[in-house]
């Protein structure tokens, strides 16, 4: 099993462009999250779903949008890229309980 | 209020010293609850799920208090390899799903 894969792992944007940050599983989870992680600080909740055809926002949700047409992919979108979202993104899975994350994604907006 | 708070730190102790972190969170229909594990620049990883009787994992013991709604990780004897951000986690389960994270705790281990 590969786990949880993000693609890129890296990404430089220019404002207002727009790029879909990929994630795909391979454990048949049905739970994927998607976080960032701006420097020194914690994991905040961009968006979740609980199964192909669901998903939910968490705590910062503006800028981005996601869908879930699979139990596998969970790819995550920005539409227009400001400086704010610069920041390391993770994707992860679970299945009830622990979390299984990708290696993140780098991205830097300028 | 945050939904899930921790003491950012840093905590810094000699090697051998035993340090406990505590984390608060603020729904208490929350159901599940870990410990997590985070290297510089690498992804988050499973440190250990707290239980509510207590649990124990070698040097690291979790104990949780529904009450007070507060979670508490404590590790002995610390080793250098231990340095790293403690982040707390809140499963809500059920229908809503939502993994949530604390700031995390860095700890720093000195010789």
């Known amino acids: 099993n590969a786990g949880v894969t993000q693609t890129p792992k890296f990404r430089i944007l220019k404002i207002g462009q727009s790029m879909t940050l990929q994630c795909a599983q391979d454990m048949n989870h049905n739970y994927m999250y998607w976080y960032r992680q701006d420097p020194g600080m914690g994991l905040k909740l961009i968006y979740y779903s609980v199964g192909a055809g669901i998903t939910d926002k968490g705590e910062v949700p503006n800028g981005y949008n996601v869908s879930r047409s699979t139990t596998e992919d969970f790819p995550l979108r920005l539409e227009l890229a400001a400086p704010s979202q610069t920041s390391v993104y993770f994707c992860?899975?679970?299945?009830?309980?622990?979390?299984?994350f990708g290696q993140g994604t780098r991205l830097t907006v300028v | 209020r945050k939904e899930v708070e921790q003491d950012p730190g840093p905590f810094n102790v000699p090697e051998g010293a035993t340090v406990a972190f505590n984390c608060t969170y603020s729904n208490s229909a929350s159901q599940s609850f870990f410990w997590y594990r985070q290297d510089c620049r690498k992804e988050p990883k499973l440190l250990m799920s707290?239980?509510?009787s207590g649990n124990e994992d070698g040097r690291f013991t979790a104990q949780l208090n529904r009450a007070s709604q507060y979670i508490s990780l404590l590790i002995r004897d610390s080793k250098l390899s231990d340095s790293a951000t403690y982040l707390c986690v809140v499963n809500l389960l059920g229908n809503t799903g939502k993994l949530i994270f604390g700031q995390g705790t860095t700890l720093q281990v000195k010789p």
């Open positions: 707290v239980y509510s």
């Open positions: 992860a899975s679970s299945l009830d309980t622990e979390a299984f």
